[in-house]
């Protein structure tokens, strides 16, 4: 029997309600497919296949249909959750937590196929002025400017966090350290260039940036400490 033939199993002609599927809290016709193979499965002779049995298995089908629809939806409100967990509260990247996860994968990546991957720390200069001249609200826009500007120019197979207050992350996927090196200036350059706008005032804003290659032999949170180490190198020759 092909979904949605409404011809019974047993031979005899359909009720008008039944035919025009009215809401009788049973399950639809189109179950009928289902009814056939549920009745296989279990091995009910077709001569038991009574009306009323019929229409209990109907019904119980129609509620496991149910049950797998609740399911998929729980599955995907946990997924939604899952992804929520990972993303810092106030910018869309993400959080420090998810970032060395991230980082911890990109390392196993190296390991198995020999590749190196770059990694770029920076922080905001003069954070604190900012905050201090516009308020906590201008402290975030500041954030979220330079987040923006960051994922807007990274590749989609590198990844961007904030690892705490105003310092980023920034995992470069197969970069040796003279190309990591490059896209650390070239960042620093970009902030220099798109001064934030507060209620049409500009605010200048520049970032100092370390960066530096790593491969499948280091640990993640010893090349982490490595970029920072190189970020406050740069901020030395800055000051």
């Known amino acids: ?47 038991e296949l ?27 409100r946990l997924g939604d959750s899952e992804e929520l967990a990972d993303l810092d509260p106030l910018l869309p990247v993400l959080n420090r937590r998810a970032f060395v996860r991230e980082l911890n994968r990109v390392v196993a990546y190296g390991r198995r196929y020999k590749e190196s991957a770059g990694l770029v720390y920076f922080d905001i200069d003069n954070f604190k002025q900012v905050n201090d001249a516009h308020g906590h609200a201008g402290g975030d ?40 090196n490059a896209k650390a200036k070239a960042l620093m350059l970009l902030m220099s260039m798109h001064p934030l706008l507060i209620e049409g005032e500009e605010i200048p804003l520049s970032i100092s940036a370390g960066a530096i290659a790593f491969t499948g ?17 740069t901020k030395r020759t800055r000051a």
């Open 50 to 76: 009574t009306p009323k049995v019929r229409d209990a298995l109907m019904s119980l089908m129609a509620e496991v249909e149910r049950l797998r629809r609740e399911v998929e939806q729980v599955r995907k």
């Open 217 to 233: 032999e280091d640990d993640p949170l010893e090349a982490l400490a490595r970029a920072d180490k190189a970020m406050y190198r």
């Open 1 to 47: 029997m092909k979904i949605g033939d409404s011809r019974p199993l047993g031979g005899s002609a359909p009720s008008p309600g039944r035919e025009r599927g009215e809401a009788t809290g049973r399950a639809p016709v189109g179950a009928g497919r289902i009814v056939t193979d549920a009745v296989s499965f279990m091995g009910i002779p077709e001569a």
């Open 141 to 180: 826009a500041a954030l979220k400017h330079i987040a923006e500007i960051i994922a807007a120019n990274i590749r989609e197979s590198d990844v961007v966090g904030r690892l705490g207050g105003d310092e980023f992350g920034v995992i470069l996927a197969r970069t040796d350290e003279p190309a990591a």
